[in-house]
């Protein structure tokens, strides 16, 4: 795989004003390495609502399945969100999180439940 850098570069030209685009000139190039303006992108957490319908054994199988918690933290956050009526289930970039959201959903209305989640900037 390559790997690209940007960079500035600045020619400077010793040779006077006067001297013709054809004549050689001794000139020193310098390279600076461009400052990266990278920031970590914005944090997404998907929280898991509670309903009165969907199971809590299927909660704790979405909990295992799309979060990859093992069988203790999904059984935490499940009776978090019984009790609470929510509970944060994992932080994500946005496209993750809204794509694990609607994983969720769909994998609940496949097995016709009505489970729900939402897509929060933290």
Known sequence: MSKTMKVNLTLINM???NDSPDVDHDGVAVVEEAKADLA???MFQIVMLDDDYTPMEFVVDVLQTFFSMN???ATQIMLTVHTQGKAPCGVFTKDVAETKALQV???ARENQHPL???VEKL
């Open 116 to 118: 729900m989640c939402e």
């Open 40 to 42: 970590p992108p914005p």
């Open 71 to 73: 069988r203790e933290k």
């Open 105 to 107: 959903v769909q994998y």
């Open 15 to 17: 040779g006077s004003e």
